[in-house]
């Protein structure tokens, strides 16, 4: 069974930085193009950046320069390095393939304090 968890969310200050992690069981994430999506509340999910299999990476233009993401094929884990983070970064910010997603996780809620 394919589980993907997230973590690393909390509550922040404006301007300040988090680092999010998403853990794959199940799948091997090597081969995966795997991306960060996010959903405010009364909002569309929405792809905040993808990493390729080649390590080819690519962001919303509303993250461009403050997020990076990342991937540890050994450990078989993803990042999302946030930085300058503003009001409209919170979310509940989830991961999974960029290409017919997987079963959601619960995600991890990202608040940002102005």
């Known amino acids: 069974q394919v589980q993907l968890v997230e973590s690393g969310g909390g509550l922040v200050q404006a301007g300040g930085s988090l680092k999010l992690s998403c853990e794959a069981s199940?799948?091997?994430?090597?081969?995966?193009?795997m991306a960060w999506y996010r959903q405010a509340p009364g909002k569309q999910r929405e792809v905040v950046a993808t990493v390729y299999s080649d390590g080819t990476t690519t962001y919303a233009d509303s993250v461009k320069g403050r997020f990076t993401i990342s991937r540890d094929n050994a450990k078989n884990t993803v990042y999302l390095q946030m930085n300058s983070l503003n009001a409209e970064d919170t979310a509940v910010y989830h991961c999974n393939r960029r290409v017919a997603p997987l079963s959601w996780g619960q995600g991890t809620q990202v608040t940002v304090s102005s």
């Open positions: 199940g799948l091997t994430l090597r081969g995966n193009a």
